[in-house]
């Protein structure tokens, strides 16, 4: 089983839409928890990152973590085409020196007008 | 700030061929990684630097890569003698100690061998 599990789509929505990303991982060590954004050919950007369980809200974007289900969404309300992109999640351990992220592999998400 | 900067953007090399790709982090920035990126194994981490010495590097596939950094503001990652399959985008990335360690990517070098 790998530590993170993401679905690779694609996703296809219509302009407006409320969009449902999610990924599922296996190590409940893992306490900070991002969503990065990634246009063809760029490199991913952090979107917002949180940490431990609970919500967390930016413009049109929320971030949601369960850590009693292991599992991470990010939620993009009236989506756009600029939103067009794959999104990835990453996740790493809290404490010490250790800063490694474990990322999904991505999804890949198109909205059109 | 100018954000990660990588070079070149775009490699084309013969196999056999020494490959160089530089970075340079983001000022202040103590924690420098090296990524791999191929549609089918998505983002893989090669290696990982802290204060410029290396700290994981289980994630280079093989002795045919190595990386260095000799200071704060500068990287490298060779491959030497490059095959085919190295053909992908490499990223560079950068982050503080403090808060959640989120990391900042740089643009990618995208390396094809022939």
């Known amino acids: 089983q790998k530590e993170v599990e993401q679905d690779p789509g694609p996703l296809s929505v219509p302009e407006g839409a409320i969009v449902s990303l999610n990924c599922t991982y296996s190590n409940s060590a893992f306490q900070y928890f991002m969503w990065y954004r990634q246009y063809s050919r760029k490199g991913p950007e952090l979107l917002m990152y949180?940490?431990?369980?609970g919500n967390k809200e930016d413009g049109r974007f929320t971030a949601q973590v369960d850590k009693s289900s292991k599992y991470i969404s990010l939620f993009i309300r009236d989506s756009q085409p600029s939103d067009s992109a794959t999104y990835l999640c990453?996740?790493?351990?809290?404490?010490?020196?250790?800063?490694?992220?474990?990322f999904g592999k991505g999804t890949l998400l198109t909205v059109n007008p | 700030d100018a954000g990660v900067i990588q070079s070149p953007r775009h490699e084309v090399t013969e196999m056999g061929q020494e490959v160089t790709l530089r970075c340079k982090p983001i000022?202040?920035?103590?924690?420098l990684f090296w990524y791999r990126q191929t549609m089918m194994r998505g983002l893989e981490l090669l290696i990982y630097?802290?204060?410029?010495?290396?700290?994981?590097d289980s994630g280079m596939p093989e002795d045919r890569f190595s990386a260095k950094m000799p200071n704060a503001s500068f990287s490298t990652l060779k491959i030497q003698p490059s095959e085919p399959r190295d053909s992908a985008v490499y990223f560079c990335?950068?982050?503080?100690?403090?808060?959640?360690?989120?990391?900042?990517f740089g643009p990618g070098t995208r390396l094809t061998v022939t």
């Open positions: 990335a950068s982050s503080f100690y403090k808060g959640a360690g989120e990391q900042y």
């Open positions: 990453a996740m790493r351990r809290s404490g010490g020196s250790n800063y490694k992220l474990t």
């Open positions: 000022s202040g920035h103590d924690y």
């Open positions: 630097f802290n204060n410029n010495v290396p700290i994981d």
């Open positions: 949180t940490y431990s369980s």
